[in-house]
């Protein structure tokens, strides 16, 4: 209760010192002609500033047949632009047509299922090729990135989630209108060179992750499992024939579609003035053609009847997951869902921790988070946990069901309910704390609720849960009907086979 105490004073520090009058004072949102939406937040305690790019797109809004698509822009992110990254974009723009055109008719003959010509498609691919050589030669490798990394910028990176694809760096604040025209430029005017090659990367890191990784396959197939109709039971990295076969032309149209002004939130925190740098970003960002912005989803994800599963028989570590649907973040029980991920898995207080791994023994880890693959959409609310040898993965499923039953029967104790609470309060407020992870929070809470003080309105949604709350939404969620489980079960090799490298000697991998 002394550590509890602690964090509540911390708490009340930190809503002191950022407070939301506070950051309205030195926070300016305004939303250009062509649509795109600027926010600019006065922190001037260092010469640097932090921004995040936030496009409301990923691999979610991948279009049929295109698995990975929204994932290519990832790698694509720094490649350049019509100025930077080429020695003579004129003539790579009509190099990089013959790319289309040669690629076009390489796949177009590949995907014949009948009459498939093998002489033609080896010489069709040597056109390829040869055009691919044609274009390379105007390239400039790395351009955009060394000319950022000359100027300061740390952490340029990029992700792609299932909701969003999100760019990010630091750099120094007399560095800015610099980074206005290259991310203004990479937003507006990409170009997609070196996209075959990049292609082949993304081919690779499938392999790595998912083909080459029994856990990474489970994952996979859990959600291929869980999901009938919504786009969330894809693989985000993409299935391996699609990401194949996907086209630089196809990285056109959904750029075209999805990566205008009207869908995309920049956020820019640190050492600068509203009234000099907003005019110097509409200056760049403004000049980025508008478009509509992209359509509803309207694929929703029938109600789950039956009980699912997954088994995996390998050599290799055993595991356990399974998970439950849930609505999305804008459901009014959002908060109660944070309340059971704590109460559950959070620490060596939680009950996960205790039951499974403490006082059992029969888990090296357990642990529930929820909104998983996303939270755009209704996700699932998730549990896993790696057996300890001697252990089987239907064990852990018991135990973590015995677990979710005291939650439906029984009302959490006063201690987990106000542990949650200032945990929960002081992880939003310590997020807030350095520029970049304010850029981040401004930029999603903009794009999902259009509206950034949303950050500050959900410390009330945390301290309105109540025990009954936890109670109803554990009743309404996890019931055998809307689960799916997944294991990974060790095989014995068979007598006088050699043994596999996987298998598990001595303890949980």
Known sequence: MLALGSVAALVTVGVRAQDLASFEKRTTVKVLPNGLTLIVCERPEAPVFSFYTLVDAGSADDPGGQSGLAHMFEHMAFKGTDEIGTTNYTAEKVALAKVETAYAAFDAEFRKRVGQDAGRLASLKKTFDEAQAGAQKYVIPNAFPQ?????????????????????????????LELWAYMESGRIGHPVERE????????????RMRIDSSPTGRLVEQMLATAYVAHPYGRSGVGWESEISQVSATEAEAFHKKYYVP??????????????????????????????????????????QTAEKSVVIHEQTQPFYLEGYHRPDYRDPDDAVYDAITDIVSNDRTSRLYKSLVRDQKIAAVAQGFSGFPGQKFPGLFAFYAVPLPGHTP??????????????????????????????????????LADNAGL?????????????????????????????????????KTFVASNRTTAEIVYDAPKAGAPKSAAAPAGGAQ
């Open 394 to 431: 239907e064990e852990l499923g018991v135990s973590i069901h015995k677990e979710l039953e005291r939650l439906k029967t029984e009302d959490v104790s006063d201690a987990e309910l106000e542990r949650y609470k200032e945990r929960t309060k002081a992880d939003k407020l310590s997020g």
């Open 147 to 175: 000319l950022a990394e000359q100027n300061g910028a740390e952490g340029l990176n990029a992700s792609t989630e299932e909701d969003s694809t999100q760019y990010f760096w630091n750099m120094p604040s007399n560095r």
């Open 262 to 303: 009207a869908n995309i939130v920049v956020a820019v925190v640190g050492d600068l003035k509203a009234s000099t740098a907003m005019p110097m970003l509409e200056k760049y960002f403004g000049k980025i053609p508008a478009g509509p912005k992209p359509e509803a989803m309207t694929t929703v994800e029938p109600v």
């Open 195 to 206: 996209f075959y090659k990049e292609r082949d990367v993304v081919q690779e890191e499938r």
């Open 439 to 475: 850029a981040n929070s401004l930029a999603e809470y903009q794009t999902r609720y259009g509206d950034w003080r949303e950050m500050f309105r959900e410390i009330a949604k945390i301290d309105a849960v109540t025990k009954a709350d936890i109670k109803r939404v554990a009743n």
